[in-house]
């Protein structure tokens, strides 16, 4: 496929809005796929100091 000018490239032959959009939609899925599981790490770590940080106040008092 051969364009004549970066507008031209942009417009995708009238198609350009769809095209664009399915690649940006595409962008952020691959983005929130490689986000999420970090997160999700972090979150499950500071419950999980929360956790024995309440544990090792419980032993303390018994």
């Not at 496929?1 to 031209?8: Q, R, V, W």
């Not at 769809?18 to 972090?42: C, K």
């Not at 499950?44 to 024995?52: D, F, S, T």
Request: proline share 2%; hydrophobic share 45%.
């Amino acid at each position: 496929m051969e364009f004549n000018s970066f507008a031209e490239f942009l417009a995708m032959g009238n198609h350009g809005f769809y095209v664009w959009l399915s690649y940006g939609l595409s962008a952020v899925v691959i983005a929130w796929n490689v986000v999420q599981p970090v997160l999700r790490r972090r979150r499950l770590i500071k419950e999980q100091a929360q956790r024995l940080r309440r544990e090792k106040k419980h032993a303390s008092q018994a």
